[in-house]
Structure formats: C-alpha cells, structure tokens
C-alpha cells in the first residue's frame, strides 16, 4: 500500500532527440501542465546525437568544446540544476507536474524523496538490490563539475556509487525534474570533455551504469517498462501512454530554435 489517491497521468516515450529539442520537449510540456491543458506527465527518452548538458547555473567554460566537437557531441543547457552530464547510453526520465499534487508535494528534498521512491521501486523489478535513496547525502563536493560525482540528497545509490543523477525547477505552481539513469558504457567520459579533467579513476568509483550494478545486459526498453511500472506502482498512478499535442509541439519549436538551440542561452553563464 501507499499514501497515495489514485491518480491518472500521461506517459510519453520518445524517439531519440538532439538535446536542445529534448529540453524544449519537456519545457513546453512543463508549460501545458501549467495551463492545465494535458496530465501531469511522465516522459521517458534518449538523446541522438549523444549531448553533454549544464546545469542551469554551470559556467559553459567549463566545456572543452575543442574536445567536445571533435567527440561529436552537442552541447545544451538545461532548465534544471545540478552538474554536467554526458548523455549517451542512457535513459533520461521528466516529470512535470503541479506542486500541490502529493506525488510531488513538499519542498525540492521531499519530492526528489517521492519520486525516488517510484525509482527504486522500477530498478527492483530488473533485479537490482542494495539500492539506497531515502538518506541525506554526506561528504558532498559541490565544486566539482560532473553530475555523477557526488550524489545530492536522496539520490539513488548501489553500492555507495550513484546510480541516477536528478535535478529540478520549479516555476509557477508546476514542478519539472529531470533524471539520467546511465545504462552500460564508461561513466567517466565526460571527463575529457570538460577544461578541469576531473580525474576518471575518481568517478568510476563514485559513479556507476545500470549494467555494472545489475551485472547482465539490458534495454531501453525494457528499463523504460520497468522505471514506468514502478512509479505507477509507488505513487498510485495509472499512466496513460500518449504523444505530444499540437500545442505542445508548436512551443517546442519555439523553444528550440529561440532559446535551447541559442549561444544566448547556453553560454549566459
């Protein structure tokens, strides 16, 4: 059982998108929650080509773009906090929805909590043990400049390494968090990619994929079931497959190519 009333909300998987139409994707669903046009949403999807992504407030010098170019990756920043991430071979999950529903209810600490509970209860269904997720985060090193690194507080956990890195907004009366669940491939290639080189060896034991942690193959697919399952199973959620309105998909337009995909943005800090 749960503390939850039943609720209903969209659930929307996505085709591979670079990563400016991806943050535009999920801020202009943030904006038709805000105007009540659509379910609080769930979305789930991948990035192509592979992106490297700043936290709201990270200084764009600390992407070695030389490097990052030469790599193939794109560079965005995103609407949410948090550190820089490499996304490739990963599944991304947002959630938008109003703050007063319980689901994500409380302060930024007592939703990441909410919502990582769903989290764990996904990873469980794969087969994953000794997850951790309902406790502060101790020894934190704020200044460093990747994401997986240092794990922030109710952040998932196996092992003592990080496992998912979550980040959020919040806007109006609606809630926008993003999470990236790393599923095989070296955790610490985003190091190269950034002007401190943080030291590899460091993230590699601090950080982890979903393939190292469970110790056998996996999908996109078959994580994304799973992560939408549990959710739907901690927060008492019947998720409705759906797609983007037209609504949606005209803001995201906008969004892209007048702010995600601008130097404007991306290097305002």
Known sequence: MNDYAPATWRLVRSAPASGATNMAIDEAILQAVAAGLVLPTLRLYAWEPGCLSLGRAQPWTDVD????????????????????ILHVDELTYSVSAPQALPQVAGSI????????????RGLERLGMAGLVADRRAENRHPAGPVCFEVPADYEITVGGQKLVGSAQMRTGDVVLQHGALPLWGDIA???????????????????????????RPVTWDEVAEALAAGLAEALNLCLVPGTLTGQEQTWAEELRAGKYATDEWTHQV
């Open 65 to 84: 773009l030389p490097a990052l170019r030469s790599a193939g990756f794109d560079l965005v920043r995103r609407p949410t906090g948090g550190k820089a």
């Open 109 to 120: 600490v007592e939703s990441y909590r909410r919502l990582s509970a769903g989290l764990v």
């Open 189 to 215: 290639r985003v190091c190269a990619l950034l002007v401190a080189r943080p030291d590899p060896a460091h993230v590699r034991a601090r950080a982890t994929t979903m393939v190292e942690a469970l110790g």
